[in-house]
């Protein structure tokens, strides 16, 4: 059955903020410490949690911005990387730092007065964004590969047209604030999926996709090899969260190409996109960042029709996110 295009855009930002939620409450916690709490199968359900029952964190927050910073581009026909880059900004702002000269304090998302709260935003995006340079691929700010890069950069997938433009904006916004090719080869690579999702290809086709960018750029060295590690996993299935440890080091999903790696790899094995979420989630690692691109994968694969609705109501800001996936939507393909 053919999903509706709008269907699937708006599913690739809820399932990613329902992941996102699914994960919050257990970010920090090891698997044993999650099993002690919740029992053997993990969290089956949001865990309230930033005095929310379902709480979005710093991945839907910042998705949102890069959402809307490519929706002005659109609008205003400027150039996307500037943009996302003032919309980080902004985002920044709603973080404790300070208004960008000449922006209206209630412009766009500033006036969504939940975004103003902190939900563990990561250190190399505050850092970044609080010395107020834009870095790039060729001049890396730093040495950070953290998942930052990679758990926002789903919009750059629904708004591209082209796996080429995918892949370079992809990786352009993640090298904003993450210096590492594996910060931002990893979210290049993650766009062109979700573009191929888009498209109407299937999971595994649209991962070959993003694992094939990623391999022509002479920069990688550990994303394809991350990538492929879950492909091998994800043919063992079924899978337990656990296992999807094996695809990181000390903290999984921590790297941006480890937390793309445990995304795919429960995708591909879990076959039903709700229980893809639970999957992508319930281990020791990101679970939060993991879930989070999870969603934006089974989303734009299987549609918002295809998430549990109970779900799809109770997630923070499913009415901003609804609204944002409809300004997407309309702006169609045109990066
Ligand atoms: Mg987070």
Same mark, same amino acid.
Request: with cysteine; charged share 20%.
């Given at each position: 059955?053919?999903?509706?295009?709008?269907?699937?855009? *708006?599913?690739?930002?809820?399932?990613?903020?329902?992941?996102?939620? *699914?994960?919050?409450?257990?970010?920090?916690?090891?698997?044993?410490? $999650?099993?002690?709490?919740? @029992?053997?199968?993990?969290?089956?359900?949001?865990?309230?949690?930033?005095?929310?029952?379902?709480? $979005?964190?710093?991945?839907?927050?910042?998705?949102?911005?890069?959402?809307?910073?490519?929706?002005?581009?659109?609008?205003?026909?400027?150039?996307?990387?500037?943009?996302?880059?003032?919309?980080?900004?902004?985002?920044?702002?709603?973080?404790?730092?300070?208004?960008?000269?000449?922006?209206?304090?209630?412009?766009?998302? *500033?006036?969504?007065?939940?975004? #103003?709260?902190?939900?563990?935003?990561?250190?190399?995006?505050?850092?970044?964004?609080?010395? @107020?340079?834009?870095?790039?691929?060729?001049?890396?700010?730093?040495?950070?590969? @953290?998942?930052?890069?990679?758990?926002?950069?789903?919009?750059?997938?629904?708004? !591209?047209?082209?796996?080429?433009?995918?892949?370079?904006?992809?990786?352009?916004?993640?090298?904003?604030?993450?210096?590492?090719?594996?910060?931002?080869?990893?979210?290049?690579?993650?766009?062109?999926?979700?573009? %191929?999702?888009?498209?109407?290809?299937? *999971?595994?086709?649209?991962?070959?996709?993003?694992?094939?960018?990623?391999?022509?750029?002479?920069?990688?060295?550990?994303?394809?090899?991350?990538?492929?590690?879950?492909?091998?996993?994800?043919?063992?299935?079924?899978?337990?969260?656990?296992? &999807?440890?094996?695809?990181?080091?000390?903290?999984?999903?921590?790297?941006?190409?480890?937390?793309? !790696? $445990?995304?795919?790899?429960?995708? &591909?094995?879990?076959?039903?996109?709700?229980?893809? #979420?639970?999957?992508?989630?319930?281990?020791?690692?990101?679970?939060?960042?993991? @879930?989070?691109?999870?969603?934006? &994968?089974?989303?734009?694969?299987?549609?918002?029709?295809?998430?549990?609705?109970?779900? %799809?109501?109770?997630?923070?800001?499913?009415?901003?996110?609804?609204?944002?996936?409809? %300004?997407?939507? !309309?702006?169609?393909?045109?990066?």
């Amino acid at each position: 059955m053919t999903v509706d295009r709008d269907d699937r855009v *708006l599913g690739c930002l809820l399932g990613g903020a329902i992941g996102d939620a *699914l994960g919050a409450g257990i970010e920090f916690m090891s698997w044993p410490e $999650i099993e002690s709490t919740f @029992g053997p199968e993990g969290v089956s359900d949001f865990t309230p949690w930033y005095g929310h029952e379902a709480p $979005i964190t710093d991945d839907t927050q910042m998705t949102l911005f890069t959402a809307e910073g490519l929706a002005e581009a659109a609008a205003n026909d400027t150039d996307p990387v500037e943009e996302v880059w003032a919309a980080y900004r902004r985002w920044y702002h709603t973080q404790g730092g300070d208004l960008p000269e000449g922006v209206n304090p209630l412009f766009g998302l *500033l006036a969504v007065p939940e975004l #103003l709260e902190r939900r563990g935003p990561g250190t190399t995006c505050m850092g970044s964004m609080r010395d @107020g340079v834009p870095g790039t691929t060729d001049e890396p700010l730093n040495g950070s590969k @953290g998942c930052g890069g990679i758990m926002r950069v789903a919009p750059v997938g629904l708004a !591209a047209k082209s796996d080429e433009g995918a892949y370079r904006l992809g990786c352009a916004t993640a090298a904003l604030t993450h210096g590492h090719a594996s910060g931002w080869i990893s979210a290049g690579a993650m766009a062109v999926m979700v573009r %191929r999702l888009l498209e109407d290809e299937g *999971l595994w086709e649209a991962v070959d996709a993003g694992r094939a960018v990623a391999a022509a750029d002479p920069a990688d060295f550990e994303v394809v090899d991350a990538i492929d590690a879950a492909i091998a996993l994800a043919g063992q299935a079924p899978l337990r969260g656990t296992d &999807l440890e094996s695809l990181g080091k000390r903290w999984p999903g921590g790297p941006g190409e480890e937390a793309l !790696a $445990i995304a795919v790899a429960a995708v &591909l094995a879990e076959p039903d996109p709700n229980e893809a #979420l639970l999957l992508a989630v319930n281990h020791g690692g990101d679970s939060d960042s993991t @879930g989070a691109i999870a969603g934006n &994968l089974v989303g734009a694969h299987h549609g918002a029709s295809a998430l549990r609705p109970d779900w %799809r109501e109770r997630v923070e800001l499913a009415d901003v996110i609804t609204e944002m996936a409809g %300004r997407l939507a !309309a702006v169609g393909g045109n990066q």
